[in-house]
């Protein structure tokens, strides 16, 4: 009977996730929220459709799985390249939002000050996996608010788990008697430290030889064994189960094959997410929220309001434009899955009433909610506010006044486009200046000899103090797809006959840009696949001209073709013809041809095969419309031309001999 009833409620679990992920999605609403709301509807304190035995099981195992994949996404090396202004920005964060909550519950509660800073710190998280599954489905990862965004996600992290590892502690000492409780904390701390150094080096070879003899699906097992087993180890020390899974994710992140483990993992991964928010959602007590709805309702606009304002501040504070640091603000706004698992270990430690933890858990799903809402809003509401209250006074790098300069590039962006093309423009000595609004990546154009304005190109100030009045092009090369349509949008209106070229990531992107009046788009994929057709043409024989002509083609019908858009068939049918009826190759004429010796009348190529020698290439030196009488000499190059079957025929009948 119990196996019957583990089986019903993973079929209105999992049921439930379905119907709620497809009805969102015709609603154009996250996913996450609809499982929140689920999790509520048909829990113990909804509908009763699970009972709450069974609640806390399954959001323990939902989240030792999330918790796990987290601490396996948690890899050193983006810490490492954040830099010194992301780790400023993540830590005023958490410090202003933590500081601020702490002194606002002290004026109006009688908690003691540890409660008021645990919440404080929960507050002060957002939630990784709604902020990542937002910023995904927008295609917003790799733009300047997605970076910092997830930068600051990642410190939050780190900082969470050092939190979550001393809590668990405090309450594994808790749980037994007095100065003993506290003696058995510190002696699995000191047995945890060198099992972790041992696991640091021998998973990476565990892992290898399981790659090596056992293939993918004994990865995906072993990834699964190790969440399984940090969870139980912990659980064995007192320590949170969901800890353990992330500090085993922690220890397999740090190993070579941690990419391919990812990649296995990472099919489960929505699973796990659906499964944990709706086992959240259940265990969300509706009772106590409603008897205190007007408080907390209150209490999720102020803080999401609070905790906007505050984050914008920390960017702001590290040196980011103010309408990014909105944008990182309204993002980051909803408080974290982390902050129930913070929680639940402050009650287990003593440190939080249960009344105050089940408060927590409805504040935190009810920030959830509204901020996955406000997502959308992020950049129209950053655009608006910045562009009344942000005086974005633009900053020059050391170098000539680009203002000064008189039919010059402005490139906006120097990742790998922008820096490619500086250089180029410079080698070519063209006059160009630069605006970006990263400091670092500013700093090393500087160094690299570029005239540098710091600030957002998304306001015409900074525009115009780049000289754009008299600029003879604009290029903008960066990944924020709203900001690039902004950008080419306000110079086309105010120079409607300047040449825009702007690069997009998306497909979507090229018709609006185009009628925003850019004069040129190319989306990266598709010149990447253009190059690779080109090349594959010249690999057939195919004449420059003509490959030339083909990617002419492509481009001038905005990559229609690629993009599955009927492109103009007359100009496609003449293209087709020119390609079946010319092209060009070069033949080595071998010592034992049968052509050897003899003059072209007497190969007479044209009449046999069509295909006619319009250059003869000998010891280097070409001759052009050679004569009939010519002599053909053993190691000549033969320059034939004619359609593409002539020239086989041609080849053919001058490699086995004459007729």
């Not at 609403?29 to 829990?43: E, K, Q, R, V």
């Not at 803080?303 to 944008?327: D, H, N």
């Amino acid at each position: 009977m119990t196996e019957i009833s583990f089986l019903r409620e993973g079929v209105l679990v999992f049921g439930a996730a379905i119907l709620t992920a497809w009805l969102f999605r015709i609603l154009r609403a996250p996913s996450i929220m609809g499982f929140l709301i689920a999790g509520m509807a048909i829990g113990p304190w909804g509908w009763q459709l699970v009972p709450a035995e069974s609640v806390e099981h399954l959001a323990e195992f939902g989240l030792v799985l999330l918790l796990f994949t987290v601490g396996l996404e948690l890899s050193p090396e983006p810490l490492m390249r954040a830099g010194r202004r992301l780790l400023m920005a993540a830590l005023l964060q958490i410090g202003l939002t933590a500081g601020v909550t702490t002194a606002v519950l002290g004026l109006f509660t009688a908690l003691p000050f540890s409660t008021r800073l645990i919440l404080g710190v929960a507050v002060s998280l957002s939630s990784t996996a709604i902020t990542l599954k937002l910023l995904s489905d927008r295609g917003e990862v790799h733009s300047s608010m997605g970076f910092i965004s997830t930068g600051v996600l990642l410190l939050q992290d780190v900082v969470v788990i050092a939190i979550l590892l001393g809590l668990s502690m405090m309450s594994g000492a808790k749980a037994e008697a007095g100065g003993s409780g506290l003696l058995w904390g510190v002696l699995g701390l000191l047995i945890t430290v060198p099992v972790l150094i041992a696991a640091r080096w021998g998973l990476p070879w565990v892992l290898d030889q399981i790659s090596r003899h056992g293939g993918r699906e004994l990865i995906t097992l072993f990834a699964v064994l190790m969440a399984c087993a940090g969870a139980w180890l912990a659980s064995v020390l007192g320590w949170s189960p969901a800890l353990g899974a992330c500090i085993a994710g922690l220890l397999l992140a740090g190993a070579d094959q941690r990419h391919q483990l990812v990649a296995e993992i990472t099919p489960f991964r929505d699973v796990f997410n659906a499964m944990f928010f709706i086992s959240l959602g259940m265990v969300v007590n509706l009772g106590t929220f409603l008897d205190h709805f007007a408080l907390m309702a209150a209490l999720i606009v102020v803080t999401l309001l609070g905790k906007t304002v505050l984050t914008a501040g920390a960017v702001l504070v590290s040196g980011w434009p103010m309408r990014i640091g909105l944008q990182v603000g309204i993002v980051l706004c909803s408080v974290s899955e982390f902050s129930y698992v913070l929680g639940f270990q402050a009650n287990q430690a003593g440190l939080l009433p249960e009344e105050a933890l089940d408060l927590l858990l409805a504040f935190a799903v009810g920030t959830m909610i509204l901020g996955a809402l406000l997502f959308p809003a992020a950049r129209p509401v950053a655009a608006v506010v910045a562009g009344r209250f942000g005086g974005s006074a633009p900053r020059k790098e050391p170098g000539h006044a680009a203002s000064q300069h008189k039919d010059h590039v402005v490139i906006i962006g120097y990742g790998f486009t922008g820096s490619n093309l500086a250089h180029m423009l410079r080698d070519a000595h063209i006059p160009h200046c630069l605006i970006e609004m990263n400091v670092g990546t500013a700093r090393a154009a500087q160094k690299d000899g570029v005239t540098v304005i710091m600030g957002d190109a998304t306001r015409m100030s900074i525009l115009e103090h780049a000289g754009i009045d008299t600029a003879r092009a604009l290029v903008v090369a960066v990944n924020d797809h709203q900001a690039t349509q902004r950008i080419v949008g306000q110079v086309s209106a105010r120079r409607p006959e300047l040449y825009v070229l702007a690069r997009t990531n998306f497909v979507r992107d090229i018709d609006r840009l185009y009628q925003l009046g850019a004069k040129l788009v190319i989306p990266q994929d598709f010149e990447t696949s253009v190059e690779v057709a080109a090349h594959v043409l010249r690999q057939f024989g195919v004449p420059d001209n003509i490959v030339e002509a083909q990617i002419a083609s492509v481009r001038a019908g905005g990559y229609g073709m690629l993009r599955g858009k009927p492109t103009d068939r007359a100009s496609t049918a003449e293209l087709v013809k020119i390609l079946e009826r010319t092209a060009t190759q070069t033949y080595y004429l071998a010592e034992d041809s049968a052509a050897s010796g003899k003059t072209i009348a007497e190969v007479n190529l044209r009449a046999v095969t069509g295909c006619m020698i319009i250059a003869v290439v000998r010891a280097g030196k070409p001759t052009t419309n050679p004569s009939p009488d010519f002599q053909l000499l053993p190691n000549d190059v033969l320059v034939l031309v004619g359609a593409h079957q002539q020239i086989e025929a041609g080849k053919g009948h001058l490699q086995r001999g004459l007729r």
